[in-house]
C-alpha cells in the first residue's frame, strides 16, 4: 500500500471545505520535534498495539538518547543525553514524531470535526462552534502528557470560514478563562498550499519564499562578485546584448522551476506532441493548485526583478571600468519581450542553449494537464515536511 503524502492531505482538506459556514481550528506547536518527552515515548511503546519488536525498540531507544555535545563547548566536558526531543533529518524522526501524535489523532477522530495532520502541521474543520471547543480541548489534553507545547503567539485557534455570513462575531473562552473574539476568514494556509471556498493557491508564505529564492539566485550569478567583491572579468558582457552570467542565471532559475524539465520539453507536452516524465521541484508542487493569478503575477515579477537587477549590474560594470580608466560599456537592458524569447543573446550562435525566461504559468499548466490525465503517480512531492509553509526552501533537496 503506497504512503499518503503531502497531497493526500490536501485533498482531503479541501473535501472538507464544501458548504457555507466551516469552524477552522489551527494550533502550531512550539518546536515540536524539539519538546516530545522521551517518558511519553516509553508510555506509547507500552500502551498502543504497534508491531515493534524488542530491537526495534532498542535501536529507537539508542537513536534518541544518543550522545551530544554543544558546538561552542565540545571539547570542554562530557556529552549530554539527550532526555527530551526527537533529533531530525530520517525516517526514524518522521516515526517517532507520528508516534507522539497516534493519541492526539484518536483523540481528534473521537470529536464530531474532520482533520489532516501532516507531521507536527494539523488543522481541523468543524461544522459549529461547540465541536471547535472539543477539539481544542483535545489539543489541550494532548500537550499536558507529552510535553509539547502550542504556540499561541503564531497559532490562529478557532476561526470562522464563510462566504455569506459576516456578521457572526462569538467570544469563546480558553486558558482558564481568558476570551477573545473569532477571527473571520476568508482564506488559510497549510502545507505550502492556500484554501478558500472555491480554490486552492500557492500560500502566501509560500509565494514570498519563491520570489526570496528567485531573487537569491539573480543576487549571486549577477551582482555578488560587483557588489561584494568590487570586481568582475568585463569580458563577459562584452557585446550588444551578450552575457554569460546572464545565461548561467537564466539556466539556475529554469532548473527552479521546472525542475530539469526543458522549456521546449514542457512546450511539446502543453502541444499534446509529447510525455513528461516525473516532476520535482517547483512545478512538481503545483498539480492541486487551480487558479492561475498568482502564478501571472509571480511571471510579471520575474521579468520586472531580472531588468532591475540588470540596471544595476549595467551600472555597476561601468562604474568599474571608469574608475579603471576604460570607456563604460553603455550597455542597454533587455526589453521584457527579449527577455522572455530570449531575444537578447548575441553570443555564440553554435551553443544549444534554452535563453528565454522560464514561465511559472507554463508550468502550472504543464502540472495541472499531467494531473488531469494521469494523476499524481509522477509528482514527487518533499517526502520530509515540516513546517510546510515553507515549502520552495524544501525544495533545495532537489538541487543539492
Known sequence: MKDRGLFDAVIQLNSYLTGSTKYII?????????????????????????????????????????????????????????????????????????????????????????????????????????????????????????????????????SLMSSDIRSERRSFFVNDGDGDDIMILSDFDYIGHKFSNNKVEISTRGFKRTKRRISKILYIHLLYSLKSLGTMDVSRVIGKHFDWDLVTCVNEIRKFIYGGITQSELAGFLSGNSKLGKMRGFIGFCPLMDSIERFQELDGWLVNVMRRALAERYRLVDALLKKSGKSPLSKKVPSQGALISGDWYDGPSKLELELGLPSFVMAWRAARKKYKQYGLDDFESPRYYSHASDFPAVLDHYDA
Open 26 to 158: 489551527q494550533f502550531d506547536f512550539a518546536k515540536y520535534f524539539d519538546s516530545i518527552d522521551h517518558k511519553y515515548i516509553e508510555h506509547l511503546f507500552s500502551v498502543l498495539n504497534f508491531n515493534i519488536s524488542d530491537t526495534e525498540k532498542y535501536v529507537l531507544r539508542a537513536f534518541l538518547q544518543h550522545p551530544i555535545h554543544d558546538a561552542k563547548h565540545y571539547a570542554a566536558g562530557p556529552p549530554e543525553i539527550r532526555q527530551i526531543g526527537v533529533p531530525q533529518g530520517s525516517s526514524l524522526s518522521l516515526f517517532l514524531a507520528n508516534l507522539a501524535g497516534h493519541e492526539l489523532d484518536r483523540r481528534l477522530e473521537a470529536t464530531n470535526g474532520q482533520f489532516v495532520r501532516f507531521a507536527d502541521d494539523i488543522v481541523a474543520v468543524t461544522n459549529n462552534h461547540d465541536d471547535a471547543l472539543k477539539i481544542l480541548k483535545a489539543f489541550e489534553e494532548h500537550c499536558r502528557y507529552s510535553g509539547i507545547t502550542i504556540n499561541h503567539q503564531k497559532s490562529p485557534g478557532i
